[in-house]
């Protein structure tokens, strides 16, 4: 069974750090592009980072771009966010999501679908 | 930047409505749009991708259509478990829609 868990979120105050951690099973981890979407509360959706399989592609949003890193360590089956700098609009439930198969691939990265997500992790940014 | 627009953002709806939810795109993405149900204090839940394939374990109820930038997914006889909201997704750049939230009329 394909599983996500996310863990490290908490409170935070404006411009501190936290490392965000995602533990994935009963898949090969490896073989699957990753990315990170957050939900601020009562609002809609936003994707925030993507990295491939190997770690050759990364992108980020807009909106965090300078200030948050995607990484991976396929070693230990685990997707991680640091993010630094942080706003009080950073402030959202934070999901991995892996990519499906059933993609397109181009430069030799994929991409696809988010067909498995984790619970979420709450990230509060507030003094 | 591609940008994702929903409508409508809310759908009032009854047991057993044909319902359908329209997202367009700013720019063609040829068929890479994935469609997302989402529950309160739930992760989302992948229904269709590539338009209109759709994920395994998803009841057939569930369709969608559209390519370039004008797509829709139809839910052809709504159930109590389908009260929910909806997301489209672009993942050429990975934008979301704002969402439709159906609610029970």
């Known amino acids: 069974e394909v599983q996500l868990v996310e863990s490290g979120g908490g409170l935070v105050q404006p411009g501190g750090s936290l490392r965000l951690s995602c533990a994935a099973s009963?898949?090969?981890?490896?073989?699957?592009?990753m990315n990170w979407v957050r939900q601020a509360p009562g609002k809609g959706l936003e994707w925030v980072s993507y990295?491939?399989?190997?770690?050759?592609?990364?992108y980020y949003a807009d909106s965090v771009k300078g200030r948050f890193t995607i990484s991976r360590d396929n070693a230990k089956n685990s997707l991680y966010l640091q993010m630094n700098s942080l706003r009080a609009e950073d402030t959202a439930v934070y999901y991995c999501?892996?990519?499906?198969?059933?993609?397109?691939?181009?430069?030799?990265?994929?991409?696809?679908?988010?067909?498995?997500w984790g619970q979420g992790t709450l990230v509060t940014v507030s003094s | 930047d591609i940008q994702m627009t929903q409508s409508p953002s809310t759908l009032s709806a009854s047991v057993g409505d044909r319902v359908t939810i329209t997202c367009r795109a700013s720019q063609s993405i040829s068929s890479w749009l994935a469609w997302y149900q989402q529950k309160p204090g739930k992760a989302p839940k992948l229904l269709i991708y590539k338009a209109s394939s759709l994920e395994s374990g998803v009841p057939s109820r569930f369709s969608g259509s559209g390519s370039g930038t004008e797509f829709t997914l139809t839910i052809s006889s709504l159930q109590p478990d389908d009260f929910a909201t909806y997301y489209c997704?672009?993942?050429?750049?990975?934008?979301f829609g704002q969402g439709t939230k159906v609610e029970i009329k």
């Open positions: 997704q672009q993942y050429n750049t990975w934008t």
């Open positions: 999501a892996r990519d499906q198969e059933l993609g397109y691939c181009s430069g030799g990265s994929c991409y696809g679908a988010h067909d498995y």
């Open positions: 009963g898949f090969t981890f490896s073989s699957y592009s």
């Open positions: 990295i491939s399989s190997s770690s050759s592609t990364i």
